[in-house]
């Protein structure tokens, strides 16, 4: 099976800021996470794991025990026990690939 998604056509996720589910299938759910300047994700937990990938841009992952930046060609991984939020304070817009490892 191929299946292609483009963030045009992709469900939009219920939040204020732009997330677009390109995958879902089975134990993964990959969002498309658009993040402009002065966007912010306020401190949350999740009861999942999730790997970001930054696509292109830059913003500051923050959390309650290890703030990072991410940067393109970087990834940053969170377990479920952490709290995690983003901040975008740069002048230019940021891609991240959000990957939630969803237990079944």
Not at 50 to 61: D, E, K, Q, T
Request: overall charge neutral; some cysteine.
């Amino acid at each position: 099976m191929i299946n292609k998604t483009t963030p045009a056509r992709a469900e939009k996720v219920p939040v204020a800021i732009d997330g677009r589910i390109m995958h879902r299938k089975g134990n993964l759910e990959v969002i498309l996470l658009t993040l402009q300047p002065g966007d912010t994700v306020p401190l949350h937990k999740n009861p999942f794991d999730v790997l970001f990938a930054g696509i292109s841009g830059n913003a500051r992952m923050i959390s309650g025990s290890d703030p990072q930046t991410i940067y393109p060609g970087e990834t940053i991984f969170v377990s479920k026990e952490e709290d995690r939020g983003w901040e975008n304070n740069g002048k230019e817009s940021c891609r991240i690939l959000v990957i939630k490892i969803l237990s079944h």
